[in-house]
């Protein structure tokens, strides 16, 4: 008998109009249905209880943290628990001043506007940010060189939303006119287990305890990772007909390439190049990225974070080193010399092609 009550599961791809109808389905409405980030909740709410007794607008918030901690979903809250409208766009889809001309001036009193990765806003859209964030005001460019006049344009009052992977990249005069940043963490175990719960009461699929615990244990601390393979879990279930147990989701996870620490087919290629092609390394960012096929970008802000937190991966000024930990969880022996090839436990060979597609 299946472990599902009612779903379904027609769609086979995560980017189906299904599974984004889904993901809106589960995002929290308010602040007391959030899970995680109690800290940040409890900053958000204070700050929204103040603006509302003073009827006025709030501070302008920026949330910093990496991807799928909730950035989206907190923006839409803020705008649901000051019942204000919200306004949504993106950092890459200003790439000049006259773009978020166009959006601030459509502004209507007291809106929110939301502007996801705003850390790769253009510079000159920042700069006219500055103003429109302290004064409410913009200065337009009319006309070219010597003739050029400065129009000022005034803008209804609003509350800027702005979410960042990537803090660092934004200039301190713009960090510094926010009122508010909240810096989001990663989730702890029983977190991501309340989020796994929740997902599953919505999804009408029985799941036992042990196979929440799994679930957690494999998502990175992430909970839009958490999301999607508990989705991944129900279609094994629905497929196979069987309870959502802990032996469901281990195949499940199994046959999606997430390996009990939560690495991915792109962590092990990491791995492997690290251990196997540079003994363990140290190897620069630029070097790995090629020998993996990869963007560096992709493997410095993506994968690279997650392998320094569990302890996988150390970032010295001569490159990244492989950890104690990384040998033993890849069954290898670090080589005598750092650098040298690396051997399996009692092998006389290199390790060049010993992992297969185990890694």
Known sequence: ??????????????????????????????????VGQVKV???????????????RSPDHILLAGPPGLGKTTLAMIVAEESRRPLRL???PAIQHAGDLAAVLSALVPGEILFVDEIHRMARSAEEMLYLAME???IDIMVGKG???????????????????????????????RFGFTAHLEFYETHELEQVIERAARMLGLEIEHEAVAEIAGRCRGTPRIA?????????????????AGLASVRAALDL???????LDRLDRAVMRGILTRFGGGPVGLNTLAVSVGEEAETIESVV???????????RTPRGRVATPAAWAHFGLEAPAVPGAPARAPGAPGAAGALFGDEL
């Not at 909740?41 to 009827?55: F, V």
């Open 1 to 34: 008998m299946s472990g599902l009550a009612h779903g379904d599961a027609s769609s086979p791809v995560p980017e189906s109009d299904a599974e984004l109808a889904f993901e809106g389905a589960l995002r929290p409405k308010s602040l007391s249905e959030f």
């Open 41 to 55: 909740r409890g900053q958000l709410e204070l700050l929204l209880t103040a603006a509302a007794m003073q009827n």
């Open 89 to 91: 766009t993106s950092g």
């Open 135 to 137: 004064d409410f005001r």
């Open 146 to 176: 010597a003739g050029a006049t400065s129009i000022p344009l005034e803008l209804s009052p609003f509350t800027l939303v702005g979410a960042t992977t990537r803090s660092g990249m934004l200039p301190s005069p713009l960090r510094d």
């Open 227 to 243: 999301n999607r393979l508990l989705r991944r879990v129900r279609d094994y279930a629905l497929v196979h007909g069987t309870e």
């Open 256 to 262: 999606y390439d997430v390996d009990p620490l939560g």
């Open 304 to 314: 690279e974070p997650f392998l320094v937190r569990i302890g996988l991966v150390t």
